[in-house]
T-cell receptor, first 115, second 109 residues
Framework: GAGVSQTPSNKVTEKGKYVELRCDPI?????LYWYRQSLGQGPEFLIY????????DSGLPNDRFFAVRPEGSVSTLKIQRTERGDSAVYLC?????????????FGQGTRLTVV | KNEVEQSPQNLTAQEGEFITINCSYS?????LHWLQQHPGGGIVSLFM???GKKKHGRLIATINIQEKHSSLHITASHPRDSAVYIC???????????FGTGTSLTVIP
């Protein structure tokens, strides 16, 4: 596609359930980022992939959160045993190279609500 | 203390007014980005700059590296400019954005 695509756009799940959020980056973009944005807050860094590997996962809040990018394109953010505090908009971004010197493109986000 | 500070936090303007949003940062940067986020929408990149000034339509972004300050200007504001404007920086060593808290702009017809 032309831009970064995230699915689903909205997800409501019960506390304790497992969820997967998907990000399709722009074709050819090697760098992929996941951010989390709570209501009224700025985005919070979760994880950064360069190719297939997680180059920086220091933002993942705990071991319930995990992300993969097995073929260096699509990425899935996985959240186990969801909690109400996980409710937020999860944003994905991709860039052709490092965001230190190339533009990043963001998806529309997945709004996760844990009830 | 947040690495990136924005002001004002909220801004209401009449259609046609000239608008300025300010951003100050405390870290060494490789680039500064101005982003736009509409309610319920994703984030759109407006500018990426590391020096000087850039212009796109009615939007102008400037940066002063020595003063660690950037401004986003909107000329002849329009209600469709209503959105949250976010300043974000990238550093020379890291691989993530440091985001400001955003400025919520409302332009009234």
């Amino acid at each position: 596609g032309a831009g970064v695509s995230q699915t689903p756009s909205n997800k409501v799940t019960e506390k304790g359930k497992y969820v997967e959020l998907r990000c399709d980056p722009i074709s050819g973009h090697t760098a992929l980022y996941w951010y989390r944005q709570s209501l009224g807050q700025g985005p919070e860094f979760l994880i950064y992939f360069q190719g297939t590997g997680a180059a920086d996962d220091s933002g993942l809040p705990n071991d319930r959160f995990f992300a993969v990018r097995p073929e260096g394109s699509v990425s899935t953010l996985k959240i186990q045993r969801t909690e109400r505090g996980d409710s937020a908009v999860y944003l994905c971004a991709s860039s052709l190279g490092s965001i230190r010197n190339t533009e990043a493109f963001f998806g529309q986000g997945t709004r996760l609500t844990v009830v | 203390k947040n690495e990136v500070e924005q002001s004002p936090q909220n801004l209401t303007a009449q259609e046609g007014e000239f608008i300025t949003i300010n951003c100050s940062y405390s870290v060494g940067i490789s680039a500064l980005h101005w982003l736009q986020q509409h309610p319920g929408g994703g984030i759109v990149s407006l500018f990426m700059l590391s020096s000087g000034k850039k212009k796109h339509g009615r939007l102008i972004a400037t940066i002063n590296i020595q003063e660690k300050h950037s401004s986003l200007h909107i000329t002849a504001s329009h209600p469709r400019d209503s959105a949250v404007y976010i300043c974000a920086v990238t550093t020379n060593t890291g691989n993530q954005f440091y985001f400001g808290t955003g400025t919520s702009l409302t332009v009234i017809p």
